[in-house]
């Protein structure tokens, strides 16, 4: 009512200021389905720029409409009437529209939309559903043979850059379904590289809450950004794929090939990949979702954690994962399968993947390590021989058990194998670049790895609203055992004559197992108070048993058996943990607000047991976990959330067993059984503001942690020979923190059709470590911004730019006068131009630059490729493409980072400069829709 008022006081005076204006608009309001007229619909002018009021009228009894005396310029009209959904549309007033006609304006119920808002614009169509931003993918430029990224790139709000990592309204998304369902597991580049663009009929982008806050109605805060491709009803039978070949200079080659056959509800795809340039599949590197996650069994908010891949003292290990550096062989491959039926009660969802890669390259880095007494530089070149395969199998099942009880069970199973064969040099000086030691040191390993897991979700939802039952169990099973071979020859100098006056050669053979089985129980149940509030409260049991057993052997004699048991440098050492934990949850939400808070407390029992000296340590202790979260939605794009929640860290098998790791003879470490777990706040703000006319988007994020008893590296330098032993320790007073701050801009410019948009971040941390008995403050502040423009006119042009500068503050406080600051900047632009006869030609380059410090000398890479193609037959199915890789031939990788008291820069070799002449066959075959069941 009051807004009412106000904008009629509003409007005339409007119309007395501008009498002098002869613009108009006019139109009729109905409803859609039923015809009839609207009265008394309540009918707005904006400005189209900046929404404020310009004129306002409300539609006669026949729901006809007029607007006079309106200036020139660019509005927005908007129809409101109660129960419907919100009209808006954009218009021009201009010395050649001197009367607008809307002609008849159909309203929809939002009980038929279930949305708020409908937006009509040329360049982009957008419906708003709930929290649910849906894109017609008809509205947007597809070219012949697009995939889903190349659509994705073209929508408000949606970034994708060089890599394939989407970014939406400022977060990245981190799952892409097709039709609601997931394909080829959390991989979203398998759908977006995979889908054509023209099968695609809308793209919904939304915030997925966790299965257990989708369950309760209780929001938890955890939300994940997620894409859902909705497919068109013709594309969903039918078979379609790409058949690639390339063939490059000095040996170089891809390979791929890509299979789809869709039929209703069923979807069966596979691909396969071989590459030696670079490419490493589809979704090879999806290593964080091949068995558990960050491949580290982790227990109800407490207890050890034991690494995947044996320890540190597994020797050297290769996870598969390929970062640019060196010169790599992938394969990989995989299936996947999905299909509902019983009338969509029942559904399966199952994938394979296999993969293998192998990579060779050189590695040199320096570092500067940091002292009570002054510097220790240290220079290292490795030249590096890894292969990994792995290989998964995972299947989830959905049963609607009856109208209120659902079950859902999943199933995986891994197997990993890698070998490596490393080689090291390694000098060690003190500031005065007088030798202090030199280590050349072999390794060879190889191991396995075989993880499963399974789990139950059962979800139950009572006759009373939000009164709801569930219940989890799960349980994981890791192995995994490594063999290998260990040989050092270190030799020390005087510091007077510089020369060698003592040797030490390690020669050793080394084996790990380590076993874990973890069972996992939580059983939660809501209760709503009232409207607004409600209660959750869980119970969590878990189980753990592992074994952790590592022995090292020496030879018998020169060139002999390796049957010499090393005790200093093997331990046997086991683990039970039992965990009970009960937690409660308030919850309040009204209209735009949510609030909740609760803890969980969990009480750990756990018994260490050295197997070789009989030494038993049972330790108690309760793990608080407290939690608050708090969000405001101001309208359907903009929101503010807060977030705090409280955890324990336990110390890793790692840091507890009581082994000396000698896999680096110059840097050992011992693990301390006493380590106590370390308590951790985390606190985070979220606040994003999105305008879908405009496009404009502000969006900022800020996060702070700091750690109570925070283990630290206690570390025992020897000046004589240069050889760090390093233990743990709780810290008593010190505290160490991080914090991330990041904030963006973006805008369409649309006269001219450009996306702009700008960023801003900082990050820091304080950290602390032992050095010889004296505690070291590292504290490092980064700070960097960036701007980016983005165009694409169909069958012309398109380009993309990102670039900006940044710099970092470093330091230590046992030595305040080194200076490694630096400056740096990164860039990266990409541009297409589509020619006649179906010519075209593109380039990339990608530029990172870091100053020189008193450490390090400055660093600059500029990768430049480019490419021409030609298309041939109908829809260009066919493409024959001559590229070229690094044409500068950088071929050079380097990464600058710091760690505890040491500071360290990388250089790798990589792929060097090549050209490659590439042929790319699109086929298409789509049917009839059948109807459905």
Same mark, same amino acid.
């Given at each position: 009512?009051?807004?009412?008022?106000?904008?009629?006081?509003?409007?005339?005076?409007?119309?007395?200021?501008?009498?002098?204006?002869?613009?108009?608009?006019?139109?009729?309001?109905?409803?859609?389905?039923?015809?009839?007229?609207?009265?008394?619909?309540?009918?707005?002018?904006?400005?189209?720029?900046?929404?404020?009021?310009?004129?306002?009228?409300?539609?006669?009894?026949?729901?006809?409409? $007029?607007?006079?005396?309106?200036?020139?310029?660019?509005?927005?009209?908007?129809?409101?009437?109660?129960?419907?959904?919100?009209?808006?549309?954009?218009?021009?007033?201009?010395?050649?529209? $001197?009367?607008?006609?809307?002609?008849?304006?159909?309203?929809?119920? =939002?009980?038929?939309?279930?949305?708020?808002?409908?937006?009509?614009?040329?360049?982009?169509?957008?419906?708003?559903?709930?929290?649910?931003?849906?894109?017609?993918?008809?509205?947007?430029?597809?070219?012949?043979?697009?995939?889903?990224? !190349?659509?994705?790139?073209?929508?408000?709000?949606?970034?994708?850059?060089?890599?394939?990592?989407?970014?939406?309204?400022?977060?990245?998304? $981190?799952?892409?379904?097709? !039709?609601?369902?997931?394909?080829?597991?959390?991989?979203?580049?398998?759908?977006?590289?995979?889908?054509?663009?023209?099968?695609?009929?809308?793209?919904?982008?939304?915030?997925?809450?966790?299965?257990?806050?989708?369950?309760?109605?209780?929001?938890?805060?955890?939300?994940?950004?997620?894409?859902?491709?909705?497919?068109?009803?013709?594309?969903?039978?039918?078979?379609?794929?790409?058949?690639?070949?390339?063939?490059?200079?000095?040996?170089?080659?891809?390979?791929?090939?890509?299979?789809?056959?869709?039929?209703?509800?069923?979807?069966?795809?596979?691909?396969?990949?071989?590459?030696?340039?670079?490419?490493?599949?589809?979704?090879?590197?999806?290593?964080?979702?091949?068995?558990?996650?960050?491949?580290?069994?982790?227990?109800?908010?407490?207890?050890?954690?034991?690494?995947?891949?044996?320890?540190?003292?597994?020797?050297?290990?290769?996870?598969?994962?390929?970062?640019?550096?060196?010169?790599?062989?992938?394969?990989?491959?995989?299936?996947?399968?999905?299909?509902?039926?019983?009338?969509?009660?029942?559904?399966?969802?199952?994938?394979?993947?296999?993969?293998?890669?192998?990579?060779?390259?050189?590695?040199?880095?320096?570092?500067?390590?940091?002292?009570?007494?002054?510097?220790?530089?240290?220079?290292?070149?490795?030249?590096?021989?890894?292969?990994?395969?792995?290989?998964?199998?995972?299947?989830?099942?959905?049963?609607?058990? !009856?109208?209120?009880?659902?079950?859902?069970?999943?199933?995986?199973?891994?197997?990993?194998?890698?070998?490596?064969?490393?080689?090291?040099?390694?000098?060690?000086?003190?500031?005065?670049?007088?030798?202090?030691?030199?280590?050349? =040191?072999?390794?060879?390993?190889?191991?396995?790895?075989?993880?499963?897991?399974?789990?139950?979700?059962?979800?139950?939802?009572?006759?009373?609203?939000? =009164?709801?039952?569930?219940?989890?169990?799960?349980?994981?099973?890791?192995?995994?055992?490594?063999?290998?071979?260990?040989?050092?020859?270190?030799?020390?100098?005087?510091?007077?004559?510089?020369?060698?006056?003592?040797?030490?050669?390690?020669?050793?053979?080394?084996?790990?197992?380590?076993?874990?089985?973890?069972?996992?129980?939580?059983?939660?149940?809501?209760?709503?108070?009232?409207?607004?509030?409600?209660?959750?409260?869980?119970?969590?049991?878990?189980?753990?048993?592992?074994?952790?057993? =590592?022995?090292?052997?020496?030879?018998?004699?020169?060139?002999?058996?390796?049957?010499?048991?090393?005790?200093?440098?093997?331990?046997?050492?086991?683990?039970?943990?039992?965990?009970?934990?009960?937690?409660?949850?308030?919850?309040?939400?009204?209209?735009?607000?949510?609030?909740?808070?609760?803890?969980?407390?969990?009480?750990?029992?756990?018994?260490?047991?050295?197997?070789?000296?009989?030494?038993?340590?049972?330790?108690?202790?309760?793990?608080?976990?407290?939690?608050?979260?708090?969000?405001?939605?101001?309208?359907?794009?903009?929101?503010?959330?807060?977030?705090?929640?409280?955890?324990?860290?336990?110390?890793?098998?790692?840091?507890?067993?009581?082994?000396?790791?000698?896999?680096?003879?110059?840097?050992?470490?011992?693990?301390?059984?006493?380590?106590?777990?370390?308590?951790?706040?985390?606190?985070?703000?979220?606040?994003?503001?999105?305008?879908?006319?405009?496009?404009?988007?502000?969006?900022?994020?800020?996060?702070?942690?700091?750690?109570?008893?925070?283990?630290?590296?206690?570390?025992?330098?020897?000046?004589?020979?240069?050889?760090?032993?390093?233990?743990?320790?709780?810290?008593?007073?010190?505290?160490?923190?991080?914090?991330?701050?990041?904030?963006?801009?973006?805008?369409?410019?649309?006269?001219?059709?450009?996306?702009?948009?700008?960023?801003?971040?900082?990050?820091?941390?304080?950290?602390?470590?032992?050095?010889?008995?004296?505690?070291?403050?590292?504290?490092?502040?980064?700070?960097?911004?960036?701007?980016?423009?983005?165009?694409?006119?169909?069958?012309?042009?398109?380009?993309?730019?990102?670039?900006?500068?940044?710099?970092?503050?470093?330091?230590?406080?046992?030595?305040?006068?080194?200076?490694?600051?630096?400056?740096?900047?990164?860039?990266?632009?990409?541009?297409?131009?589509?020619?006649?006869?179906?010519?075209?030609?593109?380039?990339?380059?990608?530029?990172?630059?870091?100053?020189?410090?008193?450490?390090?000398?400055?660093?600059?890479?500029?990768?430049?490729?480019?490419?021409?193609?030609?298309?041939?037959?109908?829809?260009?199915?066919?493409?024959?493409?001559?590229?070229?890789?690094?044409?500068?031939?950088?071929?050079?990788?380097?990464?600058?980072?710091?760690?505890?008291?040491?500071?360290?820069?990388?250089?790798?070799?990589?792929?060097?400069?090549?050209?490659?002449?590439?042929?790319?066959?699109?086929?298409?075959?789509?049917?009839?829709?059948?109807?459905?069941?």
């Amino acid at each position: 009512m009051k807004f009412t008022i106000i904008a009629v006081i509003l409007c005339m005076w409007g119309l007395s200021s501008q009498a002098q204006n002869s613009y108009s608009i006019k139109g009729s309001v109905a409803d859609s389905a039923a015809n009839s007229k609207l009265a008394n619909s309540t009918i707005t002018v904006l400005n189209a720029r900046d929404s404020i009021l310009k004129a306002f009228t409300w539609a006669e009894t026949n729901g006809n409409f $007029t607007i006079n005396n309106l200036p020139k310029g660019k509005f927005l009209l908007l129809i409101t009437y109660p129960g419907y959904a919100d009209y808006v549309d954009n218009f021009t007033i201009d010395s050649a529209h $001197t009367a607008h006609d809307f002609g008849k304006i159909d309203m929809i119920l =939002r009980s038929r939309l279930l949305a708020d808002v409908i937006v009509k614009a040329k360049a982009a169509a957008i419906k708003i559903k709930g929290d649910t931003t849906e894109y017609n993918a008809k509205s947007f430029v597809i070219q012949p043979n697009d995939k889903v990224e !190349d659509l994705l790139k073209q929508l408000p709000g949606i970034q994708v850059d060089k890599d394939g990592k989407i970014t939406a309204q400022g977060e990245t998304v $981190t799952k892409v379904l097709v !039709d609601g369902e997931e394909f080829f597991g959390d991989d979203p580049t398998l759908v977006t590289k995979n889908i054509r663009a023209d099968m695609v009929d809308k793209v919904q982008l939304y915030d997925k809450k966790s299965d257990q806050a989708t369950f309760t109605g209780i929001d938890d805060g955890k939300t994940t950004k997620t894409i859902n491709i909705k497919l068109k009803a013709d594309k969903k039978n039918g078979e379609f794929g790409k058949v690639d070949a390339n063939e490059g200079t000095d040996g170089y080659y891809e390979g791929q090939l890509q299979y789809n056959k869709f039929k209703e509800k069923q979807k069966f795809s596979l691909y396969g990949t071989l590459a030696n340039d670079g490419k490493t599949g589809l979704g090879f590197q999806d290593s964080n979702n091949l068995g558990v996650n960050n491949n580290d069994i982790q227990f109800v908010d407490g207890g050890i954690s034991i690494s995947s891949n044996g320890g540190n003292d597994a020797l050297d290990s290769f996870n598969g994962y390929y970062d640019g550096k060196g010169i790599p062989i992938a394969r990989s491959g995989g299936v996947h399968y999905d299909d509902k039926f019983d009338n969509d009660n029942q559904s399966i969802n199952t994938n394979y993947k296999i993969g293998s890669i192998d990579v060779n390259g050189a590695t040199n880095t320096t570092s500067q390590q940091t002292l009570p007494t002054g510097i220790i530089n240290t220079k290292s070149t490795e030249n590096f021989n890894d292969y990994a395969f792995r290989q998964k199998l995972d299947a989830t099942y959905k049963i609607k058990l !009856d109208t209120t009880s659902d079950l859902k069970i999943s199933v995986d199973g891994t197997f990993k194998n890698f070998h490596v064969n490393n080689n090291y040099f390694t000098t060690t000086a003190d500031s005065a670049n007088n030798k202090i030691n030199t280590d050349k =040191r072999d390794i060879t390993n190889h191991g396995n790895q075989q993880i499963f897991d399974a789990s139950a979700f059962y979800t139950k939802k009572f006759k009373k609203p939000r =009164r709801t039952l569930s219940w989890s169990l799960s349980e994981s099973y890791n192995k995994s055992t490594t063999e290998g071979y260990l040989n050092s020859e270190i030799d020390y100098f005087n510091p007077t004559t510089q020369k060698v006056d003592s040797t030490n050669i390690t020669n050793q053979y080394k084996t790990t197992n380590t076993v874990s089985s973890v069972l996992n129980s939580n059983i939660t149940y809501s209760e709503p108070l009232t409207t607004k509030t409600s209660l959750l409260f869980n119970y969590g049991f878990a189980v753990n048993n592992s074994t952790s057993n =590592r022995e090292s052997f020496n030879q018998s004699a020169p060139g002999g058996e390796y049957n010499v048991f090393d005790s200093a440098n093997s331990n046997d050492y086991k683990f039970n943990q039992l965990t009970n934990q009960l937690g409660a949850i308030y919850n309040y939400q009204y209209k735009k607000a949510t609030l909740n808070f609760g803890t969980k407390v969990s009480d750990v029992n756990f018994t260490q047991v050295d197997e070789y000296t009989g030494d038993i340590l049972s330790r108690s202790f309760l793990n608080w976990a407290p939690q608050a979260m708090f969000m405001y939605k101001f309208s359907q794009y903009k929101t503010f959330r807060f977030n705090y929640n409280g955890n324990n860290t336990e110390p890793t098998i790692d840091q507890i067993q009581p082994v000396t790791i000698n896999n680096d003879p110059l840097n050992i470490t011992t693990g301390n059984p006493g380590l106590k777990p370390a308590f951790n706040n985390n606190l985070s703000m979220y606040y994003n503001s999105y305008q879908v006319v405009s496009g404009q988007q502000v969006f900022i994020r800020a996060t702070f942690s700091n750690t109570y008893n925070a283990i630290a590296n206690n570390t025992s330098y020897n000046e004589s020979t240069g050889v760090n032993t390093t233990t743990y320790t709780n810290l008593s007073n010190q505290n160490p923190y991080n914090y991330n701050i990041n904030a963006s801009l973006g805008k369409k410019i649309s006269p001219i059709d450009l996306q702009v948009g700008l960023d801003a971040s900082t990050a820091g941390s304080i950290s602390y470590s032992y050095i010889n008995s004296q505690l070291d403050m590292g504290r490092s502040h980064s700070y960097s911004a960036g701007l980016y423009f983005d165009k694409y006119v169909q069958k012309k042009y398109d380009f993309y730019f990102y670039g900006g500068p940044s710099y970092t503050f470093s330091s230590m406080s046992l030595q305040p006068l080194t200076n490694n600051n630096a400056a740096g900047f990164n860039g990266y632009g990409q541009f297409n131009l589509y020619l006649p006869l179906k010519f075209g030609a593109g380039s990339s380059v990608n530029y990172t630059y870091n100053a020189a410090t008193q450490a390090f000398s400055a660093q600059h890479l500029t990768k430049l490729n480019a490419y021409i193609f030609k298309t041939f037959l109908k829809e260009d199915k066919l493409k024959i493409s001559l590229s070229a890789n690094d044409l500068l031939n950088q071929n050079l990788n380097f990464t600058r980072g710091i760690s505890g008291n040491t500071t360290t820069q990388t250089n790798t070799t990589g792929i060097r400069r090549f050209f490659m002449l590439s042929v790319t066959w699109d086929f298409t075959k789509f049917g009839t829709v059948k109807s459905a069941n």
